[in-house]
């Protein structure tokens, strides 16, 4: 039988037991942003002095490594939840400082299962205090055992009546429904009595960000004096305190 490369430990940083971790997930329709706002996120908070890892929990349809112009890493999550790697292997530091655990684009990998992720965010909690999950789209099986799995969900919507919808959706059936952050705003504004939620963040409509994904570099990385940049540093302040 193949060993167990994930066990059951308790919940340490530095040898010391810790149950107040900060595993943030976010959620929302497709195409809002989520993955970019989830590595310029972590960025913030490792260059805020959090010790963080991100995660591509979004096993379909992962994004994160291109932002991060890293898609041809020899391990990825889907490896380590099928037991063919270590939790080690996998985990990977940005030339920025990011450490972060990707998932591979290889088709062959878009049915891996997610029934050990509790067992291995486990296990990055003895190596972080906050974990940074960018889930799945909407509220399939997938979403629901990241979202049931993160300390604190923070739901992305955009400023159209799709996606509005669909984050309200997210709202009522989400655990520990934090905030929403709202990107790609113009003129246009939305009220946290509307979406019935505490507004963390909201984010400007920013056309460099492809400019920054071809790069392979978090935009925050080059161009940290924008809104944007400025806005998600804010939000990573907000969040160290969740």
């Known amino acids: 039988m193949q060993e167990n490369m994930l066990n059951n430990t308790p919940h340490t940083v530095n040898g010391k037991n810790n149950d107040s971790h900060n595993v943030l997930a976010l ?3 497709g195409g809002v942003g989520k993955s970019t706002i989830a590595v310029n996120l972590a960025l913030a908070m490792t260059h805020a002095g959090a010790s963080t890892i991100l995660l591509d929990t979004n096993i379909t349809s992962p994004s994160m490594s291109q932002l ?12 380590v939840l099928a037991n063919k790697c270590t939790p080690q292997q996998a985990l990977y530091q940005h030339p920025t400082g990011l450490r972060f655990v990707p998932a591979s ?16 965010l486990r296990h990055y909690q003895t190596q972080a205090q906050t974990l940074i999950l960018d889930g799945p789209a909407g509220f ?23 996606s509005i919808t669909e984050g309200l959706r997210l709202r009522h059936a989400c655990p520990n429904v934090r905030g929403m952050i709202v990107n790609k705003t113009t003129t246009e504004t939305l009220s946290e009595k509307f979406l019935l939620a505490p507004i963390l963040a909201t984010l400007p409509e920013e056309h ?17 004096a924008t809104l944007f940049a400025t806005q998600i540093a804010a939000l990573a302040q907000q969040c160290l305190r969740l």
């Open 105 to 120: 684009i290889a088709a062959e990998h878009a049915h891996t299962q997610l029934t050990r992720l509790p067992a291995l």
């Open 208 to 224: 460099m960000l492809q400019h920054a994904a071809r790069l392979g570099q978090p935009f925050n990385h080059i161009s940290p």
């Open 27 to 29: 959620a929302g329709k």
């Open 68 to 79: 991060l112009g890293s898609t041809h890493l020899p391990h990825t999550i889907q490896e």
């Open 140 to 162: 399939g099986t997938d979403a629901q055992t990241v979202l049931g799995n993160a300390t604190n969900n923070l739901i992305v919507v955009t400023p159209d009546r799709l």
